[in-house]
T-cell receptor
Framework: GNSVTQMEGPVTLSEEAFLTINCTYT??????LFWYVQYPGEGLQLLLK?????DKGSNKGFEATYRKETTSFHLEKGSVQVSDSAVYFC?????????????FGKGTKLTVNP | EPEVTQTPSHQVTQMGQEVILRCVPI?????FYWYRQILGQKVEFLVS????????KSEIFDDQFSVERPDGSNFTLKIRSTKLEDSAMYFC??????????????FGNGTRLTVT
């Protein structure tokens, strides 16, 4: 079945540090890939997405590239801010594989210190 | 920006009681979902709903669970007889179309259900 594995947290960084959160996936079809973010006390918000191989999703300084050869969708940001502190979820959707649901990773909690 | 709203934000109930979690999806959305997240674990799919019927459900969504769109705006999740292991954060979501890369899910802030 479809699954998502992302790096265990928590991750603690200083402001302006470089961020990478690794995500790899297993899917039967050609999934779309997503990163969702959950700020404290709030719901999940779509951060970025990519729908096919080599697509790069980007938003708010975050980027992730859909790598089919390594089945990965790592999240990166060049310079994090305190306001980026949140839990980040990698997810996939594989409707061509017969399911419309989102499959999530466990989430990675990021804390950015001033 | 329109948003998905969920009520209540926190519900405490005793084991064996029925609970109804309420959601108001974004008004022009057609697909509705419930997910849950047990503390410290993955966000898990429960059920999807389209055209007034369940379109997909997970193994978690057994006979104790039901969903309803009673009046064209609310979307509810009912747990008939709660168990301790039902304690979790329950998220409602909606989308304009199927999410497969074309239409993102919009999530509510969640209802934290505590079963004692």
């Amino acid at each position: 079945g479809n699954s998502v594995t992302q790096m265990e947290g928590p991750v603690t960084l200083s402001e302006e540090a470089f961020l990478t959160i690794n995500c790899t996936y297993t899917a039967t079809g050609y999934p779309s890939l997503f990163w969702y973010v959950q700020y404290p006390g709030e719901g999940l918000q779509l951060l970025l997405k990519a729908t096919k191989a080599d697509d790069k999703g980007s938003n708010k300084g975050f980027e992730a590239t859909y790598r089919k050869e390594t089945t990965s969708f790592h999240l990166e940001k060049g310079s994090v801010q305190v306001s980026d502190s949140a839990v980040y979820f990698c997810a996939l959707s594989d409707p061509q594989g017969g399911s419309e649901k989102l499959v999530f990773g466990k989430g990675t909690k990021l804390t950015v210190n001033p | 920006e329109p948003e998905v709203t969920q009520t209540p934000s926190h519900q405490v109930t005793q084991m064996g009681q029925e609970v109804i979690l309420r959601c108001v999806p974004i008004s022009n959305h057609l697909y509705f979902y419930w997910y849950r997240q047990i503390l410290g674990q993955k966000v898990e799919f429960l059920v999807s709903f389209y055209n007034n019927e369940i379109s997909e459900k997970s193994e978690i969504f057994d006979d104790q669970f039901s969903v309803e769109r009673p009046d064209g705006s609310n979307f509810t999740l009912k747990i008939r007889s709660t168990k301790l292991e039902d304690s979790a954060m329950y998220f409602c979501a909606s989308s304009e179309r199927l999410p497969g890369g074309y239409s993102p899910l919009h999530f509510g802030n969640g209802t934290r259900l505590t079963v004692t």
